[in-house]
């Protein structure tokens, strides 16, 4: 009987792995790539807003109208939002995991950071219309 | 006889049934041990925060943690900065007047350092997730080179703004 090498995927995972059986970590590769993915987006945005933030320096509403009016201008500042609050979401998600240990705390903490960052995350995206419209 | 560890105190983490241990949770399995007493104790975590050396590689890291949450602040300024602006002209007014007091001003500088801190140390993370830039000497390197970037961008962002400003 000739020997057959089988592929046992099994073995890429530790003993103690094995034993607690709990599978994989739920969406923890969304969540890693999803945090990428913000990242890459981020970088060339918050350039774009800090050079925004230089142009408005000292600026009035009229200013910060007359710049939101400028189609590019509110859509980069609506995809900066949409970013920058998606990627602080996940952020502090994994530092309220690491940290906060108590699981009634963690899940309260996670569902007010949700929140938050849901509610200021629109609130910047209507104010940005809002300047542009 | 339960043991309980002070750090953890509301977490039984193993009972001893005579000779037998019973452990809470299968995770705490490597965690015991005896103590040179002998007494049953719980291994402590590493890293030993009280005689870790500190060094350039676990120092960057913790600050991006603290500037990323600092930046998080940052971003609900923001959303308030452009609030104000949709609000009305006199509620955007007060708010760059506040911007503009020298406490707005340090707030401002703070946020100009950790945004170009993590900028710069993102992208190293980046290209960690890439596969590239593990090996030690390297990774001091751009550990420093992400300490230069930092003050350099501040400096050009604070002498372009007094510039233009």
Known sequence: MSEKTTLRPEIMRSALGRARGYGSAKSGLHHWWAQRLTAMALLPLSLYFVASVLLLAGANQEAMIAYMREPWNAVLFIALILALFYHLQLGLQVVIEDYIHAEGRRIALLLAIRAITVLFGLLAIVSVLKLAL | ?165
């Open chain 2, 1 to 165: 006889m339960t043991l309980t560890v002070a750090s953890s105190k509301h977490v039984q983490h193993f009972v001893l049934k005579g000779d037998l241990v019973v452990v809470q949770d299968v995770r705490e399995a490597l965690m015991q041990g005896r103590n040179s007493d002998g007494k049953m104790v719980r291994r402590p975590l590493s890293p030993h925060l009280q005689v870790y050396r500190p060094q350039i590689s676990s120092a960057l890291s913790i600050f991006h943690r603290f500037t990323g949450i600092a930046l998080s602040a940052g971003a609900l300024l923001l959303a308030l900065w452009l609030a104000a602006a949709a609000t009305s002209p006199g509620a955007f007014a007060i708010a760059q007047a506040v911007l503009d007091s020298i406490f707005g001003k340090l707030v401002l500088f703070g946020f100009t350092l950790a945004l170009f801190y993590h900028f710069s140390n993102g992208i190293r993370h980046l290209l960690w997730d890439a596969g590239y830039g593990f090996e030690l000497p390297v990774m001091h390197r751009t550990g420093y080179a992400v300490l230069a970037a930092t003050i350099g961008l501040s400096v050009i962002f604070w002498g372009l703004f007094l510039v233009i400003g």
